[in-house]
Nanobody, 115 residues
């Protein structure tokens, strides 16, 4: 069973940057369309960004121009570079496949942006 472990979150002031990382216990990134999601308190989990197996990115409008998704298939790693952070980016961030069936969700990494 694949396990996903997210890291890199923290508390940052508005306008700041963070880089999130996701590692899989075995290789899935090379064969699957992967994505970052986030879930704010009281809200449903939502897609943030995705990347195809060939490296083509997709971004939700709310993060376009500020976030960059990338991956390293050899290391089973997925990254999310987040710049110009806003308070509305505050959420727990998760990585997983872009489409179901999903692998078991990791614990996520909390991002808190202060105004």
């Amino acid at each position: 069973q694949v396990q996903l472990v997210e890291s890199g979150g923290g508390l940052v002031q508005g306008g700041g940057s963070l880089r999130l990382s996701c590692v899989a216990t075995r290789g899935i990134f090379a064969s699957d369309y992967m994505a970052w999601y986030r879930q704010a308190p009281g809200k449903e989990r939502e897609l943030v960004a995705a990347i195809t197996t060939s490296g083509s990115p997709y971004y939700e409008d709310s993060v376009k121009g500020r976030f960059t998704i990338s991956g390293d298939n050899a290391k089973n790693m997925l990254y999310l570079q987040m710049n110009s952070l806003k308070p509305e980016d505050t959420a727990a961030y998760y990585c997983n496949k872009r489409f179901s069936p999903y692998v078991p969700w990791g614990q996520g990494t909390q991002v808190t942006v202060s105004s």
